[in-house]
């Protein structure tokens, strides 16, 4: 009888440890996921300073994958890691070269046709598309809290975003298409990341970027930054949206899959408006401040729920 209870509490034991590891390593996620979208939201302020030293948005696009790309070569290098192979390979590079690019150029694109809200606001959709896509695509569950996560991120969002302006028609479809393109990126990211460790598949995306940016540059030629403070803010955006904000995110999609991920990501435009609120001193409206409340409830609703479903380790 002592040996039959002795087991039984050592199963239990073993039961709540598994348990507490499996949450951590969600919640851990989360905090990568979330530091993801931090670094991209500040990416349009310094974005902001490379224009008003000369910049445009395809030099910055193309500085940003070069000196990435660069950086990501030495630590390959200096690290050993394997290159990845086979369809692993072609389908990093399509993601890359397809996901990154189409997304940037389309989002670029449609901000010279339609107003920032307007884009912001149809790019923002892309959540509720990862969600749907994860659950054709992938047979991804989809559980209640999630989809009140999602419903309080995307209010959040919307608030964030304040008044919407108009746009012309194109402008529209490329937004949208930014917005899908953008929930493709994702899904396939959480099949093609898994197969391979985070370095060597950020260093493939992004240089597989940066090489058509680069094609690109041939017929658009670069307006680089006349100022050293230009300069300064195309290496923060190069660190920020393609080594610290591309690597987290892999890390984090790993550990809570594309719905959630998605979801976590609408702290991004929250972000964005504080960044502008500190330092270009621009005002933070009512509506702002209750989307950024919104945004963070629904990340407390699915810490709440982390830990409760199966989640690939690394």
């Known amino acids: ?47 902001r300073i490379a224009y008003a030293a000369g910049s445009d948005p395809q030099t910055v696009l193309l500085v940003r994958f070069a000196l990435a790309s660069a950086i990501l070569c030495v630590a390959m290098a200096t690290s050993g890691a394997a290159v990845p192979r086979g369809r692993t390979l072609l389908g990093l590079i399509l993601l890359g070269a397809v996901g990154n690019v189409g997304q940037a150029l389309s989002y670029y694109t449609a901000l010279t046709l339609a107003s920032v809200s307007l884009v912001a606001l149809l790019l923002y959709l892309y959540p509720a598309l990862v969600h749907a896509l994860s659950a054709l695509v992938l047979g991804e569950p989809l559980h209640r809290h999630q989809v009140a996560a999602l419903a309080l991120a995307l209010g959040g969002a919307v608030l964030t975003v304040g008044r919407v302006g108009s746009g012309r028609p194109l ?73 610290v904000g591309l690597m987290t995110f892999f890390w984090g999609l790993r550990r809570v899959g594309p719905s959630t991920a998605a979801t976590l990501s609408t702290i991004e435009p929250a972000v964005a408006v504080g960044l ?26 699915l810490a709440r729920h982390q830990g409760r479903s199966p989640v690939q380790q690394d």
């Open 276 to 301: 502008a609120v500190w330092a270009l001193g621009e005002r933070l409206s009512l509506s702002q401040g209750a989307g950024a409340i919104l945004i963070l409830a629904a990340l407390l609703v």
């Open 1 to 47: 009888m002592l040996l039959v209870m002795g087991r039984i509490s050592v199963a239990t034991a073993d039961g709540r440890a598994q348990r507490g590891s499996r949450r951590w390593y969600r919640l851990s996620g989360m905090v990568l996921v979330v530091i993801s979208a931090a670094s991209f939201g500040a990416l349009p302020l310094f974005a």
């Open 171 to 243: 402008g529209i479809v490329l937004a949208l298409t930014s917005a899908l393109i953008y929930s493709g990126y994702i899904v396939a990211s959480s099949r093609l990341t898994a197969r391979v460790p985070v370095l060597p598949a950020t260093t493939t995306v992004t240089m597989s970027a940066g090489t058509v940016f680069a094609l690109l540059s041939l017929v658009h030629h670069p307006a680089l930054p006349t100022t050293a403070g230009g300069w300064g803010a195309m290496v923060a955006i190069a660190v920020l949206g393609s080594l």
